[in-house]
């Protein structure tokens, strides 16, 4: 086949115009992936907020039955017994650990460990993906 002889206005055309119109794709293309990761991050602080008042609401409710509690004074003199550890004349009291931190800090603790061997995988496979490869490409 022959080969078509280009004219050169528009060789001076496409030197011209070539790169103004990648600059214009590669500009909307990054204002386009900008406003979509604001929007994506927008919503969900959205549905953060959301979250938090839906928490708030239900922690004012509880606040306003725990007003109202407060006002007898037999579950005041209960409640300072069972959080503050006031005791009645002749009563002892014995305090025990909270099974909470420590759970908490088992549960950490396993995390670390699943994270470890997520990356530990993750690079084992990639590194037997490689090999796999350099090998295929040895053989050819």
Do not use: W
Not at 8 to 30: N, Q, S, T
Not at 53 to 67: F, G, M, Q, R, V
């Amino acid at each position: 086949m022959a080969k078509k002889k280009v004219p050169k206005k528009a060789k001076r055309r496409l030197l011209v115009f070539g790169p103004i119109a990648i600059f214009v794709i590669i500009y909307c293309a990054f204002t386009l992936v900008t406003t979509v990761t604001d929007l994506y991050s927008l919503k969900m602080e959205e549905t953060n907020l959301n979250n938090k008042l839906e928490n708030l609401k239900t922690n004012a409710s509880d606040l306003k039955t725990e007003i109202t509690k407060l006002q007898d004074k037999d579950y005041v003199a209960r409640y300072a017994r069972e959080n503050y550890l006031y005791t009645k004349n002749g009563e002892y009291v014995i305090k025990t650990e909270e099974k909470k931190e420590k759970e908490k800090k088992q549960i950490k603790k396993d995390e670390t460990y699943i994270i470890y061997a997520c990356a530990i995988t993750t690079f084992i496979i990639i590194l037997f993906i490689i090999i796999k490869h350099k090998k295929k490409k040895s053989s050819k």
